[in-house]
């Protein structure tokens, strides 16, 4: 599942999705995998607004996320019911790792160096992982 536009100027899931689709995917991935019906999903969404969320919206915007490989629909005879096909965790992991092999693909070096650079302004933590990761590449080589 590849996800198509990565907006650099947004943050967190609007990085990867429409605003209400980040919203969506958030009430599911808050469900702890229980699937939900559309009409769960708008209640949620209700709580965290103001303003009432139309139905047919939410419908469309969850039928959009199942055709896009993100969502699985599941039928319990007129109810259709809807779970994330990844945790959030591993959506991140999956949609960050295929980012970074098209940054190196796209500008090799360049990216390595930009990305060490990013070190200085991090936890010492992080970069005490990379050499471990880096060890453990070469070991693995």
């Known amino acids: 599942m590849k996800i ?3 907006k650099v100027h947004e943050s967190g899931l609007n ?6 689709e980040a919203k969506i995917m958030e009430v599911l991935w808050h469900s702890e995998g229980l699937a939900l019906t ?3 999903v708008q209640q949620r969404l209700e709580q965290d607004q103001e303003k009432p ?3 047919n919206t939410v419908m469309t915007v969850m039928n959009r996320l199942v055709e896009k490989g993100i969502l699985a629909k599941k ?4 109810t259709s019911l ?3 096909k990844l945790t959030k965790n591993h959506f991140l992991e999956t949609q960050s790792k295929e ?6 693909e796209e500008f090799g070096p360049l990216v390595v160096s930009h990305m060490l650079d990013a070190l200085e302004d991090v936890d010492p933590s992080l970069m005490e992982k990379l050499e471990q990761k880096i060890k453990q590449w070469k070991k693995e080589r």
Not at 15 to 20: A, D, E, I, K, M
Not at 75 to 78: A, H, L, W
Not at 99 to 104: D, F, R
């Open 4 to 6: 198509q536009r990565f």
């Open 15 to 20: 990085r990867f999705f429409g605003p209400l």
């Open 38 to 40: 559309i009409k769960e």
């Open 53 to 55: 969320m139309n139905f």
């Open 75 to 78: 039928q319990e005879g007129r």
């Open 82 to 84: 809807y779970r994330p």
């Open 99 to 104: 980012l970074t092999h098209e940054l190196m």
